[in-house]
Each structure stands twice: as C-alpha cells, then as structure tokens.
C-alpha cells in the first residue's frame, strides 16, 4: 500500500450544517478515507481552517510537513476559495519535488452526494502519480501553479494557466510582509493608490490587457516614488490568459518606465508569491 500523507486544513469537503451556515466538522475525512479502503497518515489542522482565513503561516506549516515527509504522496484538504493562492504558494516554494502533492477540495460536502467523494477518490490516484503540485477536482488533475477558480458554484470550477519557472530566494512566507494585489479601473483616485502603497512593501498590479494604463501623470508619478523608495511592484494583465507584451503600447510606456517588473503571463496568485519570495525587487 502506497505511503500516503493527507494534511487536513479544513474546507466545504469536511464541513456540516451550522446555525450560521456551513462549518468545519471533525472526523468527516477521516471516515471518508477508511470507506475508500486507505488509511493514510494524517495531520488535521486544529482548529480546522475555513480556506478564506488561509494565509502565509498556513502555508508555512504545509511546507514544513511536506519537505519532513518521506514516503509516496500528500494529499492537501483545502478549501476552493483560495485554493489557487495555496497552490502558487506551494508551488513556488517546493520546487522541485521527488514525489506528488496534490489539492484536494469541493463544491458540497462529504455526504450529500456531491462531488467530494470523486474528489478524493481522483487525489488518492493523484498522489500515487507524476511529482509537482496539482489539484484533483472534477474528474481532472491540473498543474497546481497557475489555478483560477472560474466559478462559485459549478463542480467544474477550476482552470489552470500554464506559468514559467521560478527561483524563489526565500522557501518561507514572511507573515509580517505587507503585500497585496491592485486592480487599475477607470476613475481609480490616486490619493487611494498613494495611500496604499504607502502601507504596503509591495504589491502586484493588475493593468489593462497586454500591458496598458490610464494616461494620468499623477498616478504614473505616484506609481515610479513607490518604486524608489523601495516598495516592489510586479505588473499582470486583468485578461486571465495571454500575459504581458512591453512596448506593443504607448499606453503602456509609463508602467516600465517606473521600473515596475513585468509579471508576463503569470495570474495575480502567482505574482503575489513570486513577491513574497522575493527578498527585494530582482
């Protein structure tokens, strides 16, 4: 029998019926796994976590008990609403790996004939398969780095976006760095741009199709003093696939100009990760 890990950090697949709505039940996986014939080692998060309150020192206890782990696969329970940050995160920082870890989440809980049984089914084949990250939803196993949640409510719920290689300087999250992900809209105040970047040590921008901006000096002004004096900026584009083209647009010359980095083709998950393992703009 294969040698399987299974880290339980909480999310819809292990959840039950509260006065307020969904939330996490204990056991549910667990029972869940001995019905598939498996019992695998298991690291249950305690509390469990729903995945809307996931961040980096979640991230950072994964990796921790990954990199220990020496057997055949991992399974991550997770939660779908942020499934796709934890993926770039674990993919990022892993790197190369010498056997296969594998998301595993769903729509409905265990139960209510839904597609969480399938699920977990398809991870536990997954985890016995090819090395990397990947996620086992719907009948199909993508490559964990560039997932975007396409929809809230389907079974098939996720794409992935193929994403370019990375070396990340750090193999850990900082908790106390302030990043975020911005989004240029028309109209967007610049003394709210201003104000955040102030509070920020970084952030990924996400601009107009293959590179563009809205022509206002002093946003582009506000844009390059963040970049000087230090904070770091990572440009994608809002379109989900297609990634960045500089200097296919005048409309975009300002965003290079300030020394922003161009993020290519990578979805804003990625980025984010990209600049939380950065130690400093590259």
Known sequence: M???????????IGMVAGPNGLQPGKGLVEAALRDLGVAPRMEVFDPLVDSADIGPRDWNR???????????????????????LT???????????????????????????GDSEGNLALALQ??????????????????????????SQAADSFRSVPQDGFAPKARRFDPYRRLAVLTLTPGLPVGFVRAALQELDGAVLRVFGAGT??????????????VRRGCHLRAVSQ??????????????????????????????EVALMRLWLSQKPE
Not at 213 to 226: E, F, I, K, T, W
């Open 213 to 226: 901006m809205m022509h206002d000096p002093a946003l582009h002004a506000v844009l390059a003093a963040a």
């Open 126 to 151: 997954a985890a016995q398969g090819k090395p990397g990250v990947w996620l086992a939803f719907a009948g199909k196993v993508l490559p964990g780095a560039g997932l975007v949640k396409s929809d």
């Open 239 to 268: 379109c989900e696939s297609g990634g960045l083209v500089p200097a296919a647009y005048a409309a975009g010359a300002a965003i290079w100009q300030a020394g922003i980095e161009n993020g290519g083709r990578e979805t804003p």
């Open 87 to 113: 993926g770039a995160a674990l993919s990022q920082a892993l790197g190369d790996l010498a056997f296969p870890v594998v998301l595993c989440g769903s729509m409905k809980p265990l139960g209510q004939g």
């Open 62 to 84: 994964m990796l921790d008990l990954i990199e220990g782990f020496r057997g055949d696969g991992v399974i991550v329970v997770h939660g779908t609403d942020t499934m796709a």
């Open 2 to 12: 294969a040698d399987i890990l299974v880290i339980h950090t909480g999310g819809t």
